[in-house]
């Protein structure tokens, strides 16, 4: 490579360690935020892939591409921990550009980031448009946390016995005034309380995220006609007309947990429900110390995305399943960590399926024939995996006389795994071998 080549290559540096002391006293995803909007002002951008600028995809690359000319030019790289904390960051004037200087505008930005987020957070309310599988008639609040009611008047309406049934969601969440974050916080909150309802509601509550354009047509007034449309959901409402307090509305009928979370669950013939004790479930995931809510969050995202496949493929619905209750073993299991772990590497003395199979007997079901499918669940799992052995309804490409019974099996699953979390709730740290609750 030529010498003018390298000299035109970026030069990174880390950025001092005062300055990071500072960036790691705030959260890093609001800080990375606020920044990107910061050089935002001069034109700037923030990513989460590479621009250009390194051989390696940062996970956060902030980047002063339009400067104010009495600014130094520069860029930011912010690397991550999986847990969200801020682990380096390194910046790299551009050719020109004094370092000194670079690195005394980035602190400037940083100390403005931090005075904006320590700023004493405020209660707001937002009212989402969500769905669910059978029509919502009625309310059910859960106040000051959250509220479920039906939809206006005017809302169109799938008119099937199951469909996208819109519904609205009215809920809180703290946040500092900066639109910015503000609008972060909102999806965040919206997120966490969709994951934790979907595993106590058996039908589903779900947001329209995307918005891509597929193939309909619509033969009602004619011959079928082909249209290319935009996916979404649009209905007029005022938002500021929902509250986190009763309407008038007629309650949304509550079922005991019994009937609710039985093997075959409510009736599909039966109108919208909801447990009993949905307040009482919902109210302890927020009661739960930071590792355990940051567990059930990640188990109740596994066990939503397992949902979400159920129709487009079995394999990754079993998948799905079986790791939402990877991470609560793990998690579970630490606990009793003086006889689970080996003195020598430090590891669980015994094996990951283990673990799996000792969680479901203890939350779940503990009777002999379910120890048998704990070991089916979980070896479909690896096979799938690891040999690319999916499940008989796939690999045959047609109806086979064992797809029924993995089907059923599957169903039996995601009700065992329901089960299983809601118990783990009530008791993170139970003893292994102990009697489960519902």
């Known amino acids: 490579m030529s010498e003018d080549k390298k000299s035109e290559e970026p030069k990174w540096f880390p950025v001092p360690p005062a300055v990071l002391s500072k960036m790691r006293s705030v959260n890093a995803g609001d800080l990375v935020e606020l920044l990107g909007h910061k050089f935002g002002e001069w034109g700037g951008n923030k990513s989460s892939t590479n ?27 912010i690397s991550r921990t999986r847990k969200g904390v801020i682990s380096s960051a390194e910046f790299s004037p551009d050719p020109g550009t004094d370092r000194k200087k670079a690195v005394s505008d980035f602190e400037v930005f940083v100390d403005e980031s931090i005075k904006t987020l320590q700023e004493t957070p405020t209660p707001h309310v937002a009212t989402r448009i969500v769905f669910s599988y ?3 008639s009625g309310e059910f609040c859960l106040p000051p946390i959250f509220a479920l009611r039906q939809p206006p008047a005017s809302a169109p309406l799938p008119g099937a016995s199951f469909g996208d049934y819109p519904a609205m969601l009215t809920f809180s969440y703290d946040s500092i005034s900066n639109q910015w974050i503000k609008m972060r916080r909102e999806q965040q909150a919206l997120d966490d309380l969709l994951l934790t309802l979907n595993v106590f509601i058996r039908t589903g509550l779900w947001c329209m995220k995307k918005s891509d354009h597929k193939w309909v047509f619509d033969g009602k007034s004619g011959p079928p006609e082909s249209r290319y449309l935009q996916e979404g959901y649009h209905t007029a409402f005022k938002a500021e007309d929902y509250k986190l307090e009763p309407s008038g509305l007629t309650a949304i009928p509550l079922v005991s947990d019994s009937d609710y979370y039985s093997a075959f669950g409510i009736s599909i013939l039966d109108g919208f429900q909801l447990p009993k004790t949905l307040s009482e479930r919902v109210r302890g995931t927020l009661a739960l110390d930071q590792e355990s809510r940051e567990a059930f969050l990640a188990a109740a995202r596994h066990f939503a995305i397992s949902k979400n496949c159920r129709g487009i493929s079995e394999s990754y619905w079993n998948i799905g399943l079986v790791s939402a209750i990877e991470v609560l073993a793990a998690t579970w299991s630490s606990h009793w960590s003086d006889t689970d772990k080996c003195d020598e590497c430090d590891q669980m ?9 000792a969680f479901l007997r203890t939350y779940g079901d503990s009777s002999k024939s379910a120890n048998k499918l704990y070991r089916a669940y979980y070896g479909a799992r690896s096979k799938i ?3 690319g052995e999916f499940l008989m309804s796939e690999r045959a490409g047609a109806w086979h006389e064992d797809s029924g019974e993995e089907l059923g099996r599957l169903i039996g699953l995601e009700n065992t795994v329901r089960v299983s979390i809601i118990n783990w709730l009530q008791d993170p740290f139970k003893n292994p071998g102990a009697s489960s609750g519902l």
């Not at 621009?51 to 860029?75: C, E, M, Q, V, Y």
């Open 51 to 77: 621009l250009g600028k390194r051989s390696r995809n940062p996970k956060a690359l902030i980047s002063t591409s339009k400067p104010d000319p009495s600014r130094p030019t520069f860029s930011v790289d």
């Open 349 to 357: 003395i015994f094996s990951i399926f283990k673990r799996f199979r």
């Open 134 to 136: 059978k029509p919502v």
């Open 385 to 387: 995996l690891h040999a």
